[in-house]
């Protein structure tokens, strides 16, 4: 287990470690919220990197990361815990086998932890080995008002209650992130109990930066190819803009092509590594792949 960094420059330099390149806005809202104890809630469109900091948190502070995956639908009791009903039934049955109708304890026996299953916030809520574990709440917008009323209060006292159990305390409480694609708003009382900070899009050093961290093997010329064509399709009329996952990703289809350098002809055939939508892929056929290109060229030629 690592300590809890003492400065901005130490978030950023413990987050360089995990190859996650961190600007300073974030590292300082970070710094803020690994200091004072405040969940962080990082918003911003798909794929800029809001997963992976609390993956390089985890991973940089040697603690346990715990994932809750919202989605709708989703509801206290799936985030809490559950009881193992098939275990109960074996245990009912094997009772009533051994003619054992001592009813009281044989409750008392099946409602214990014994059969308890623990759901991500009862398990960022229990004693760690290696300290308070990274609890990332992902995609918190997918959810209802209701699960969000839920959670302000599980993220107020850091406690859950189970009816047959009690109340659960965290002796220590987690480092917790939440994210949002902001597909809806999420309620003000919620924000309120956390630390906020819009990720954007990075700027050309910074993806690249970036790109050379998570693609290394990429070479100066075909990295600032990638990186000035991704740039470009972002400011295109797109249904989704590709993100920073996207500009990895393709980097790495591009390597396992041995490509030294970007054509129309091999942006047609991997383009599915950096669009996800027929409509928008279509935009990219025939001469506005190589229109786009051209202008790409053209601006590093200038830089």
């Known amino acids: 287990m690592t300590h809890i960094p003492t400065s901005i420059e130490a978030v950023q330099q413990m987050l360089a470690g995990q190859n996650y390149v961190c600007g300073r806005p974030l590292a300082t809202v970070t710094f803020l919220s690994l200091t004072l104890g405040k969940p962080l809630f990082l918003e911003g469109e798909a794929g800029v990197g809001k997963t992976e900091i609390a993956k390089a948190i985890a991973a940089g502070l040697g603690r346990r990361l715990i994932r809750l995956q919202c989605y709708e639908g989703l509801d206290a009791a799936s985030a809490v815990y559950e009881w193992n009903f098939p275990a109960q039934m074996i245990a009912i049955r094997t009772a009533e086998a051994a003619g054992d109708t001592d009813r009281a304890t044989l409750q008392s026996d099946l409602f214990s932890e014994r059969y308890l299953t623990a759901r991500p916030l009862l398990q960022a809520m229990q004693p760690q080995a290696g300290g308070a574990p990274v609890l990332l709440i992902d995609e918190l917008d997918r959810t209802?008002?209701?699960f969000e009323a839920f959670l302000l209060e599980a993220l107020s006292d850091f406690q859950v209650t189970i009816p047959e159990l009690g109340t659960i305390t965290a002796p220590e409480p987690p480092i917790v992130i939440l994210t949002s694609n902001r597909t809806r708003e999420v309620h003000d009382a919620l924000k309120r109990r956390c630390l906020y900070h819009w990720v954007d899009y990075p700027g050309f050093e910074r993806e690249m930066e970036i790109l050379r961290a998570r693609a290394p093997e990429a070479t100066e010329t075909l990295s600032r190819e990638i990186v000035a064509f991704v740039?470009?399709?972002?400011?295109?009329?797109?249904?989704?803009?590709?993100g920073v996952a996207e500009t990895i990703d393709w980097a790495k289809c591009l390597l396992a092509l041995d490509v030294i350098d970007l054509s129309p002809e091999v942006i047609a055939d991997t383009i599915g590594a950096i669009l996800k939508?027929?409509?928008?892929?279509?935009?990219?056929?025939?001469?506005e792949a190589k229109r786009i290109l051209d202008e790409v060229r053209k601006d590093i030629a200038a830089q």
């Not at 740039?231 to 803009?241: A, H, I, P, S």
């Not at 939508?277 to 001469?287: F, H, K, T, V, W």
């Open 231 to 242: 740039q470009k399709l972002r400011t295109e009329d797109l249904f989704k803009r590709p």
């Open 144 to 146: 209802d008002e209701p």
């Open 277 to 287: 939508y027929q409509d928008d892929i279509q935009r990219l056929q025939g001469s």
